[in-house]
Structures are given as C-alpha cells and as structure tokens.
C-alpha cells in the first residue's frame, strides 16, 4: 500500500490521518505515564468563549493559547495538574458566519483530587477560564472523568468513521471554500495546534512523539492498533476533533449529554 500525504494543514485528508496519529500517540503516552504512575487518572476538558468574525480568528486564537498558558501559573492548577494535552479545535457556523476556536484538553490529577479540597466543580473552571481570558462574561466550560471501563481497544474502524464525518472541507460554494481557506491558514500559520505539559510531555519525550502527527501517515493502521477506551469515548461521545477537521460543520456548539458513561459534579 502507498499513498502521498501532502502534509498541508487544511487538506482533508492529511488531517484526517494526522487526527488518527494524534488519538494513539496521546493513549501511548497516557498509558505511559500511568504505568509509571498509577495513581493518576485523566479528566477531560473543554474550554470555550464566544465566536468570532474572521477577522477577528487570529487575536482570538492568540488569546485562547496566551490563556491556557496563564492557566497553568495557577497556583491552583499547579497542585493538581501532573501534565496535560491540550489541542485546538476551530469549528466554522455558516448561519452566522463565525468562527469557534476552543481547547480540548487532557488533565492528569492523582486520584485524591476528586474527594480533595482542589476538587473544582464546573463553575470554579468557568470562572477560572474567565479570568485568564479577562473576558466580561462566563464561558461554556465542560469537565469530566470519563471511566475507561473497556479498556484498550481496536478503535481503528471507528475512530476512522468519526473523524471522517468531519472531514469534509471544500464546500459547493467555491468562493466560500476559498474565504475559508485564506482566513483559517493566515489565523493558523505559525501555531502549534497540540501540545503536551508536565509529566505528559516528559513521557511523550521518552517515547519519541514530542511532535504530534508527524512520520508516517500511511501505516498508521499497522502501527499504532489500539487507542485507550476512554480517549475513544470522549471521541465518540463528546464529538472531540482535534485541530480544524470539522471547520466547516453548520451547526452551534453543544455538549453531549450521554452522561452515564461519565462522573458527574
């Protein structure tokens, strides 16, 4: 089997099989850590704030990455974060034409965090978040633990189908395709769009994958067989796209509301 990946940030194809690297590179380094760890356990974050015009994307990207890194000189996020993954994810409303750039993110806490008094409820998170953005209203914040009850497992097929649902980058209205194209590569050239913290990094360091997505896109299937039962359900669940793979999905940002496979506040 061959194919040649052209490696640009907003083919879709490219992120496609880049989403799919990313999924097992950040279970190999979770089971990493908790190997040498096993007191840590993952909770999942997302962290938003209103749209934006594209004029407006790059700023606005600006402050979401100067944000998380005001979040973690927290003296509280300094107690209990051990490491952390965090991604950007762009999501485009075509109704209202804005864009919603937001942060999904990994945290690893010992497990005495969810019956400590570090533990933060949702508010405590918005709030948080607020203040690091300095924004003048409370953002959507959604935390949760979700319980890897399955364990590792194939996920290949699967995680494959859900990326791929997202993927869909050239419109039928070629001067909208092109509107996207310029504002999304002038407000994403230059970024990092994954990035690992903490004890996270130090293991994706020891395994070799400090930079996310990169090597072979094509034997991906081969190599890296599995992807842990909860990064698998906060995709499937919770809709979780890394980078901008599903810019373009006509619809508002919404949270799932299948509980039953997470703990709630």
């Known amino acids: 089997d061959a194919a040649n990946f052209c ?24 089971d990493k850590v908790q190997e040498d760890n096993q007191r840590l356990r993952p909770i999942f974050l997302t962290l938003t704030l209103r749209n934006c015009s594209g004029a407006d994307l790059a700023e606005t990207v600006s ?14 996020m300094e107690r209990i974060g051990a490491g952390w993954f965090r991604a950007l994810e762009i999501t485009y409303n075509r109704k209202e034409d804005t864009f919603h750039p937001h ?17 933060m409820q949702t508010v405590e998170w918005v709030q948080l978040w607020r203040t690091v953005l ?17 364990g590792k ?13 997202d993927t869909e980058f050239a419109t039928n209205d070629k001067d909208l395709t092109d509107k996207l ?21 130090d293991a994706a360091k020891a395994l070799g994958v400090e930079e996310l997505a990169e090597g072979d896109l094509v034997h991906i299937d081969e190599e890296e067989p599995t992807v842990r039962g909860d990064v698998a359900i906060a995709l499937e669940v919770y809709r979780w796209n890394f980078g901008v793979a599903n810019y373009i999905r006509d619809d508002n940002f919404s949270f799932s509301k299948r509980d039953m496979l997470t703990k709630p506040d």
Request: proline fraction near 2%; hydrophobic fraction near 45%; charge should be positive.
């Open 7 to 30: 490696r640009e940030r907003l083919c879709p194809m490219c992120q496609w099989r880049k989403s799919l690297k990313v999924f097992w590179q950040v279970s190999r380094v979770m």
């Open 63 to 76: 402050a979401v990455f100067k944000g998380w890194n005001l979040l973690w000189k927290q003296r509280k």
């Open 103 to 119: 942060i999904h993110a990994i945290i690893l806490v010992d497990q005495s965090y969810f019956k400590g008094k570090d533990y």
């Open 134 to 150: 300095r924004l003048d209203y409370d953002p959507i914040c959604d935390v949760r633990r979700v319980y890897n009850k399955a």
């Open 153 to 165: 497992r194939k996920a290949v097929a699967e995680v494959a189908k859900y990326t791929l649902k």
């Open 181 to 201: 194209v310029k504002i999304l590569s002038t407000a994403l050239r230059g970024r990092r769009l994954f990035a690992f913290g903490g004890i996270m990094k």
